[in-house]
């Protein structure tokens, strides 16, 4: 017969820790008796700063279709601008357009930092969300080996039950 393992040697086995018995009905009495699903969203929104959110938005307008169409129409605007329309000396940035490469090279440069800033966020919202998920499951799993366990029971005694009705039936037949 397979030999059931305690909460103790879950929790253990989960966390792949040794806890003392105080630990243990601490950690037991937390996962079992106390809700610990947090909405990571609205915990990281309470967090914010205003850099952050700035950096979010730098990040959801640099990211999308809408920014790159507008700046390839700004590049071919300035290009059209400085090579057809603007001739003789009237140029504002002539061929080989090193204003312009100055001005993408300040872009990038600033646009870099801040779209890894809105991704060291983001992966840190998803750390939480992993911590919140894998607490969510050890309390979900210890909650069902207490149930299996009340099952069991209750089998254990309906069966004592319909031995003893058994018994009974019996006993009357008998007299």
Not at 149 to 167: A, M, R
């Amino acid at each position: 017969m397979v030999k059931k393992k305690t909460k103790k040697e879950i929790v253990n086995m989960l966390l792949n820790t040794n806890l003392d018995e105080k630990d243990e009905e601490e950690l037991l009495d937390l996962l079992i008796d106390q809700p610990i699903s947090i909405d990571i969203d609205k915990l990281e929104e309470s967090k914010m700063t205003k850099g952050d959110f700035i950096a979010d938005k730098v990040s959801e307008i640099a990211g999308s279709w809408g920014f790159i169409i507008c700046f390839v129409i700004f590049l071919l605007g300035w290009v059209i601008l400085n090579t057809v329309l603007l001739k003789d000396g009237k140029e504002i940035d002539p061929y080989p357009f090193i204003l312009l490469n100055l001005l993408l090279s300040c872009i990038a440069a600033l646009q870099a930092p801040v779209i890894m800033m809105s991704q060291n966020r983001q992966a840190a919202k998803d750390s939480l969300r992993n911590q919140n998920d894998y607490r969510t499951d050890l309390k979900s799993e210890l909650i069902l080996e207490e149930l299996h366990d009340k099952i069991v029971e209750i089998q254990k005694n309906q069966k004592e039950i319909l031995k003893q009705l058994k018994g009974d039936n019996e006993h009357e037949i008998k007299k």
